[in-house]
């Protein structure tokens, strides 16, 4: 099969023929329909994550089961599917009270094996990790759950328990920072979006986002107090940043919820944040990480109904060897919205 191989941290990608994976006893092998392009993958490329080279990166999968092992029950070859970025083993404490999310012996594809910038993956305890795509769901729709829009989904039900009227802040307009905008609108809440450009904050808007402030030397947190009245009921970091993070906090009302979704890897040491003012306002500062196949079932009856567009995030479907050429500027030269690989598209 063709697959975008990297063969040392920080060097060049080639696409190029290596062995089909094979089904593992409880998994499953899925051919790749559709699989996004993320920063996470550019955080494995910079070497911020331990990784066997050489590597296959991808992490944000949909497509159809190809093969499936002896030990798997509830899947069969043909079925259309996607499946979280991290999956769980489907036998621990976690796993088994439908928190996957923080298995402690977790797999992630694109990162402790080959990932899915290829024809074929594989996918461990498929009983556990593989959420089934209703027809009416594209494969580039589901591709664009796996990661920032589950994410964002997660961080705003399931950690921050957003309600509908009240504040939310969303630092970042990328993919997971728009997924935001969009779920939060649909919860019912008042958004403010962030970003240092133009065309971010314009997408923003058209989203449904209620006010948009470009991060260039204005007082941000100043600004968010005086257009809520007192602060943000919950703030979201969707960049990764000290600086970003720091924002948020300033920005929430007392007794807010700040969520870190974008990632903030220990490469620079680690952050310095306003924890004074986390106090002294009883703040809840919460992480989030993916969300498990457990919790789609919510999420994807919002899509079908079309109260969430997850295709609309979708700026651009390449193919394996542009999404080669891609990743590594993809730190200085993301762009807008969300990309999504199709391996067969230059096949
Ligand atoms: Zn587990
Ligand atoms: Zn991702």
Known sequence: MRAVVMDRIGGPLEVREVPEPTAPHDGVVVAVHATGLCRSDWHAWAGHEDLALPHVPGHELAGVVAAVGAGVQRWHAGNR?????????????????????????????????????????AVPA???????????VSFTAAASLGCRFATAY???????????????????????????????????????????????????????????????????PALIHEITGGGSHVGVDAVGHEATCTVSIHS?????????????????????????R????????????????????????????????????VERIIGLQEAAAALPSLDTAAPAGITIIDPRADG
């Open 154 to 220: 997660r961080a705003l039900t399931g950690r921050a328990r957003l309600s509908a009227g009240e504040w939310l802040t969303v630092i970042g307009a990328g993919g997971v920072g728009l997924s935001a905008v969009m779920i939060g609108k649909a919860l019912g809440a008042n958004v403010i979006a962030v970003d240092r450009t133009a065309g971010a904050l314009a997408a923003a808007a058209a989203l449904g986002a209620d006010h948009t402030l470009v991060a260039d030397d204005a007082d941000i």
């Open 252 to 276: 929430l009302r007392r007794r807010g919820r700040h969520v870190q979704v974008g990632l903030l890897p220990p490469v620079d040491g680690h952050p310095r944040l306003p924890m004074d």
């Open 81 to 121: 599917v996607t499946v979280p970025f991290v999956c769980g083993c489907g036998r621990c404490a976690w796993c088994r009270s439908g928190n996957a999310q923080v298995c402690p012996h977790q797999e992630q594809p694109g990162f402790t094996y080959w990932g899915s910038f290829a024809d074929y993956v």
């Open 278 to 313: 986390v106090i002294a306002w009883e703040l809840d500062v919460l992480g989030s990480h993916g969300m498990a196949a457990a919790d789609y079932p919510p999420m994807l009856a919002l899509i079908e109904q079309g109260a969430l567009r997850p295709q609309q995030l």
């Open 126 to 136: 498929a009983d556990t990790n593989l959420v089934a795509v209703p027809g009416a």
